[in-house]
């Protein structure tokens, strides 16, 4: 559920503002508003060094510099000096690196004239001596000024490298070639030595990876420090007095209010109005806060004033996943790779992770062994295996399966809404979606699948409009409450329809699914009969491109309909911002 916030003000002396944000930050409970936007030299500075300490872990973490051999560094050390020193390198790094690329490609355009001195060419163009470089076709070169002495170089394809040299600088018809800073022996010595300080370079950015921990929690004490500045710069004054404002959870104004006793500050604590952008805290029972790693994995959040989906997100999205995958050997495999993955990295991650991912992949698990699918469905099928519930193989039923499991969503969403919204009558319009959503479920299964549209379904048309029409903006003038519902009903009533049929994408995606294992394993029997390698790699091949294409599905379809279809019915727009109180790093 989404925790019910209350705004607080906070009313102190000039003197005790600083004091006042410290034991506020000791509280950990306040979700700090700037009166007026943050600024200062403090700030400056303070973000200044959090860019450079960034700069230098992202170096540092990066895969060509990142050493898994490295130990903490132990000694203390100036961390801006380190960092300046990783950062400087990182640009040496790439300077070298770019000229290196420079530098083949000058080497690669002068290979074919040889070696030479261009100081000695320029030195010669002071003498009156002019050696200068073109590239001549063959058939030209006999139509060249005779006071000019043509030494043909090198010949490739018709075209001849040339030096015209003169004692005046005459002008021929052809472009003249600018001459390199070095000689073609000096360019190539220099990229040599230019790999080797590259090389160098990197060797000593990978010994300064021993000072990552240490930036890691030098970092965060910027942050905390940072945090604390904003905090003070951005309270409002009012004379000699100084005023913070924000939002907490209603369960514990009683130990700000105690605070302020023993602190002697002023406070004021009442209800946020409409206009106020109060920050989301959400509070679960376990079973539900199981979602909330994906939550955080799409960074989305509900706002304050709407509605708290985690349960139906949960329940759907583990059915969606489950359908889509639709496969108990992929499922299986999946639920493998999380054991190992908890195993490895079980102390360090959320454990509410793996716990979504073991009920994520026994759902595919329990859907592959309803519809008789283990790495396939053809030689399952074949080999006289029985799936749980062979029905849902017949396509017919499936597809109204899915258009029923769209309505019934979706319906949920709306139902939820007239729940929020009683006892207003605008309740009432979200009876008259609900009604349409079941007209589309039926005008469905007519269009798509022939089946009769029953007799009732004109009757949920006629009702959710008339619904929909009445009361999506209820008010006492007739005529704008008519208007303004049949506006909202033409924008919306296609929008039910497609959305209901939309559901079809988790038959049409978890087939797809279905239909790639099945070829995998019919390939691998007719290329690998005579040659059981053959068979194995094209098993292995097929089967794990299969299993990584399959989660992305339902990234991409799973979490669609939950977020996109469901919420648009629901009233969500995701528009929320993440309580995050004022409090001391752990």
């Not at 039926?442 to 269009?447: C, G, N, Q, S, V």
């Not at 798509?448 to 929909?468: E, K, R, V, Y």
């Not at 039910?496 to 559901?503: G, I, M």
């Not at 294409?549 to 996109?564: F, Q």
Request: hydrophobic fraction near 50%; aromatic fraction near 10%.
């Amino acid at each position: 559920m989404i925790v019910p916030m209350k705004k607080v003000t906070v009313v102190v002396q000039e003197k005790d503002a600083s004091s006042a944000v410290n034991a506020m930050r000791s509280l950990g409970v306040l979700h700090v508003e700037h009166e007026v936007a943050p600024a200062g030299k403090d700030i400056n500075e303070l973000q200044d060094d959090l860019a450079l300490i960034n700069r230098a872990i992202a170096i540092l973490s990066e895969t060509e510099f990142f050493s898994k051999k490295a130990t903490v560094a132990k000694e203390p050390s100036d961390w801006k000096s380190n960092a300046l020193h990783i950062v400087d390198l990182r640009k040496r790094y790439d300077q070298l690196r770019q000229y290196s690329l420079t530098l083949k490609k000058a080497i690669s355009d002068w290979q074919p004239w040889g070696d030479f001195d261009p100081q000695a060419i320029k030195q010669l163009n002071g003498k009156n001596i002019y050696v200068r470089f073109f590239q001549i076709p063959l058939k030209d070169i006999k139509n060249l000024p005779a006071e000019v002495v043509v030494k043909k170089i090198s010949v490739k394809t018709g075209v001849a490298n040339c030096a015209l040299i003169s004692r005046e600088k005459i002008e021929v018809p052809f472009k003249e070639l600018n001459l390199p800073q070095m000689g073609l022996a000096r360019m190539q010595a220099r990229l040599v030595e230019d790999a080797r300080v590259v090389q160098v370079i990197k060797e000593e950015v990978k010994q300064q990876t021993v000072r990552l921990e240490s930036f890691f929690a030098t970092r965060k004490l910027l942050e905390d420090e940072l945090e604390l500045h904003q905090v003070r710069r951005g309270m409002g004054q009012i004379g000699n007095f100084m005023y913070l404002t924000g939002y907490a959870p209603f369960d514990v104004t009683d130990t700000l209010l105690a605070a302020a006793k023993k602190q002697k500050w002023g406070i004021l604590v009442g209800d946020p109005s409409e206009e106020d952008n109060v920050p989301t805290l959400i509070r679960s029972p376990r079973w539900v806060a199981l979602i909330s790693p994906l939550f955080k994995l799409l960074e989305i959040i509900p706002g304050y004033r709407e509605l708290d989906i985690s349960p139906l997100f949960l329940i759907f999205f583990s059915l969606f996943f489950g359908m889509i995958i639709g496969d108990a050997g992929y499922g299986i495999i999946y639920m493998l790779l999380t054991f190992l993955l908890q195993k490895k990295f079980g102390r360090k991650i959320d454990q509410k992770i793996f716990l979504l991912l073991y009920l994520l992949t026994s759902c595919a698990v329990f859907w592959g062994l309803l519809t008789g699918t283990v790495f396939g469905q053809e030689w399952y099928l074949k080999s006289g295996l029985k799936p749980l519930a062979p029905i849902l193989n017949d396509t017919k039923f499936l597809q109204a399966f899915c258009f029923l499991l769209g309505a019934f969503h979706l319906s949920l969403g709306h139902l939820w809404q007239a729940i929020h919204k009683a006892p207003s009558l605008s309740a009432l319009a979200d009876l008259g979606w609900t009604s349409l959503l079941w007209a589309g479920f039926f005008l469905a299964k007519t269009l798509i699948l022939n089946d009769p549209f029953p007799f009732f379904g004109q009757w949920l048309i006629i009702g959710g409009i008339t619904l929909a029409i009445l009361f999506s903006s209820p008010q006492k003038n007739i005529l704008k409450m008519v208007g303004g519902g049949l506006a909202n009903v033409l924008l919306s009533l296609v929008n039910s329809f497609t959305d209901v049929v939309s559901y079809i994408r988790l038959f049409a995606v978890g087939l797809a699914g279905v239909a790639i294992a099945d070829t995998v394993n019919i390939l691998a029997a007719d290329f690998g009969a005579s040659n059981p390698l053959v068979k194995v790699m094209i098993v292995f091949l097929g089967h794990t491109m299969n299993l990584v294409l399959a989660p992305l599905s339902v990234l991409i379809h799973g979490v669609r309909l939950n977020i996109l279809e469901f919420s648009g019915h629901a009233g969500l727009s995701w528009s929320g911002i993440e309580y995050k109180p004022l409090k001391e790093s752990p």
